[in-house]
């Protein structure tokens, strides 16, 4: 571009969220909502694996009040599985749900006493969720560029909870951080 030094810089695939620790959860928890209305999420759900999975066949995801107890399931991942979760376009926030929670399960489903929540964010407008998944995946990058998206798209999970309205999200954030012409 005219003698001009540009780069791209690379997506950030799994932001470090530090939550309350322990051996036996889950850890560095990552979700961006990326459903514009409210009251309903749609994202990929990410985290590293606990370090002691000895006796647990998976974990168990679920929606937690204000003090962090049970309201409803979300779904389940097995232990041998990829550490992701696609939560599904249009999931519904129970009411009361203040977080989500991730704790290890046995195959009898004794859920573990180790829990690794974070609060839910319910982004309600497309300007919401342009901007937080700008911040998330691409924290401080000019210009985005179409490798960045890419490698959002096919980190691992990925293929499996980005649907076509997630990738046109993604590759309009290449046309906002261009500039005037």
Same mark, same amino acid.
């Given at each position: 571009?005219?003698?001009?030094?540009? !780069?791209?810089?690379?997506?950030?695939?799994?932001?470090?969220?530090?939550? $309350?620790? &322990?051996?036996?959860?889950?850890?560095?928890? /990552?979700?961006?909502?990326?459903?514009?209305? =409210? $009251?309903? @999420? /749609?994202? @990929?759900?990410?985290?590293?694996?606990?370090?002691?999975? *000895?006796? !647990?066949?998976?974990?168990?995801?679920?929606?937690?009040?204000?003090?962090?107890?049970?309201?409803? $399931?979300?779904?389940?991942?097995?232990?041998?599985?990829?550490?992701? #979760? *696609?939560?599904?376009? =249009? @999931?519904?926030?129970?009411?009361? *749900?203040?977080? %989500?929670?991730?704790?290890?399960?046995?195959?009898?489903? /004794?859920?573990?006493?180790?829990?690794?929540?974070?609060?839910?964010?319910? $982004?309600?407008?497309?300007?919401?969720?342009?901007?937080?998944?700008?911040?998330?995946? #691409?924290? &401080?990058?000019?210009? %985005? =560029?179409?490798?960045?998206?890419? =490698?959002?798209?096919?980190?691992?999970?990925?293929?499996?909870? !980005?649907?076509?309205?997630? *990738?046109?999200?993604?590759?309009?954030?290449?046309?906002?951080? @261009? &500039?005037?012409?």
């Amino acid at each position: 571009m005219d003698g001009e030094d540009t !780069y791209e810089s690379e997506p950030v695939l799994f932001p470090i969220k530090t939550l $309350n620790g &322990g051996t036996s959860t889950a850890g560095c928890v /990552h979700f961006v909502d990326m459903e514009a209305q =409210g $009251n309903l @999420l /749609h994202g @990929l759900l990410t985290w590293q694996p606990a370090t002691s999975t *000895a006796g !647990y066949s998976s974990y168990q995801i679920d929606f937690l009040d204000s003090e962090e107890h049970f309201v409803d $399931n979300v779904g389940e991942v097995q232990i041998s599985a990829e550490t992701t #979760f *696609a939560v599904p376009r =249009g @999931l519904v926030i129970p009411s009361g *749900a203040a977080h %989500i929670g991730i704790r290890l399960k046995d195959s009898q489903g /004794h859920t573990s006493d180790y829990l690794a929540a974070f609060p839910i964010v319910d $982004n309600q407008s497309e300007e919401q969720v342009r901007l937080a998944v700008r911040e998330a995946y #691409f924290p &401080g990058a000019y210009p %985005i =560029g179409l490798d960045a998206i890419t =490698g959002v798209l096919l980190q691992p999970g990925g293929a499996a909870a !980005y649907d076509r309205m997630d *990738a046109e999200l993604l590759l309009s954030l290449i046309d906002s951080t @261009l &500039g005037p012409r």
